[in-house]
């Protein structure tokens, strides 16, 4: 008998355990696919769509941005430079809010901290984390071309290091309209503003780390009137323009030559290059940014990269600067010689594409 009541309890106890954790598969099941949908709960009611108009009251651009705390919109520089006027409208809301002013701007980095009147509800949450991970997923939320709160899903896919400033690329889809809006991770904290995409590339969209939106959080003051009737400055905010067609104008980048004739390293080639930035411009300039895309024989991209010069250009002057890519990305893109395998042309057969970036004018 004794025996058996312990058999039996043992058997409740398994029975218990086994019922426990699959409750708890359960529940955890039901919590991973509820995540998307928790974070777009989340963010919908603190994400804005932006109507910026022009001093004669012509509509500007539109775009989007988020509730930092209630009163301020973060949102992208571009989105409100040469602004004369804008209206902020929450997302699912009825109500617009008017656009005082700025009260925090970088400009480099394309970020702007507006002030807005009426805006009460709470701001996001900001991700505190110092270094994020290839591969985790992100969300998106914004309004493309004014389709108000268009919600995506993508991953990281690299962090690009430039000089002296880090840009996030995503797979999460960005198109013009969503510049402003918040990348956020799995818990619904923001890591990151929406800048721009590349339209002739596929799925590459970048956002600006939160860890800028933080630094610039201390440099809040009295907001400064948006710059009625004034247009953009010849200084381009960095991919400002990226989602566009246009490049920006007076700088131009040209002559593109592979270092060496041979993919292999040992015989001194690989994928080294130099390409000449010209400045065709009356003034001298800064610190020209650009953006090289290769593509290959499909007019496929296969690669880009982001290529910079420190230092002065004279006007009409050029500086022929290096880079270096993958040596497969010479293979795709540069003819063989038939008189050797080995050798390559100078230049690549398929398509390059340039685009400036940004530059700053020098002082005089």
């Known amino acids: 008998m004794e025996i058996n009541r312990v058999f039996s309890?043992?058997?409740?106890?398994?029975?218990?355990?086994?019922s426990y954790a699959q409750i708890t598969y359960s529940d955890s099941q039901d919590r991973a696919q509820s995540a998307p949908q928790e974070v777009a709960r989340r963010l919908f009611p603190r994400t804005a769509l932006l109507t910026m108009k022009d001093s004669g009251g012509r509509p500007l651009s539109l775009g989007s941005g988020f509730v930092l705390k209630p009163g301020f919109i973060v949102s992208n520089f571009h989105v409100v430079e040469g602004a004369g006027s804008g209206i902020?409208?929450?997302i699912n809301e009825k109500n617009t809010y008017k656009i005082t002013g700025i009260a925090a701007k970088d400009e480099s980095r394309d970020l702007a901290i507006l002030?807005?009147?009426?805006?009460?509800?709470a701001g996001v949450t900001l991700s505190s984390r110092t270094s994020?991970?290839?591969?985790?997923t992100v969300f998106a939320v914004g309004n493309p071309q004014g389709l108000e709160g268009t919600f995506s899903q993508?991953?990281?896919?690299?962090?690009?290091?430039?000089?002296?400033?880090?840009?996030?690329?995503?797979?999460?889809p960005i198109s013009p309209g969503s510049s402003g809006g918040p990348i956020a991770d799995e818990h619904g904290e923001v890591v990151g503003v929406a800048v721009a995409t590349i339209r002739s590339g596929q799925n590459l969209n970048f956002a600006v780390p939160i860890k800028y939106v933080t630094s610039l959080i201390s440099q809040i003051g009295p907001p400064i009137p948006l710059n009625a009737g004034t247009?953009?400055?010849?200084?381009?905010?960095l991919f400002s323009d990226l989602g566009s067609a246009k490049s920006t104008e007076g700088v131009t980048v040209d002559s593109f030559l592979w270092d060496g004739s041979t993919p292999n390293e040992t015989l001194g080639g690989d994928g080294h290059f130099s390409v000449s930035m010209r400045n065709n411009l009356?003034?001298?300039?800064?610190?020209p940014?650009?953006?090289?895309?290769?593509?290959?024989?499909?007019?496929?991209?296969?690669?880009?990269?982001?290529?910079?010069?420190?230092?002065?250009?004279?006007?009409?002057?050029?500086?022929?600067?290096?880079?270096?890519?993958?040596p497969s990305v010479k293979r795709l893109t540069t003819r063989i010689s038939p008189e050797n395998e080995f050798m390559y042309s100078e230049r690549p057969y398929t398509k390059l594409v340039f685009r400036t970036l940004s530059f700053s004018l020098e002082e005089n």
Not at 9 to 18: M, R, S
Not at 298 to 323: C, H, Q, T, W
Request: hydrophobic share 50%.
């Open 282 to 287: 009356d003034s001298n300039i800064l610190n």
């Open 88 to 90: 902020v409208k929450l």
């Open 9 to 18: 309890n043992i058997v409740l106890a398994v029975i218990f355990i086994l």
């Open 154 to 172: 993508g991953i990281i896919s690299s962090i690009r290091e430039l000089e002296d400033f880090t840009l996030l690329q995503i797979t999460a």
């Open 289 to 326: 940014v650009v953006l090289l895309m290769f593509h290959d024989a499909d007019n496929e991209v296969i690669e880009y990269m982001v290529l910079s010069f420190k230092g002065i250009i004279p006007s009409g002057m050029a500086k022929r600067v290096k880079g270096d890519v993958d």
């Open 115 to 121: 002030a807005v009147e009426g805006v009460t509800v």
């Open 231 to 237: 247009k953009p400055s010849a200084a381009k905010s």
């Open 132 to 136: 994020l991970e290839i591969g985790e």
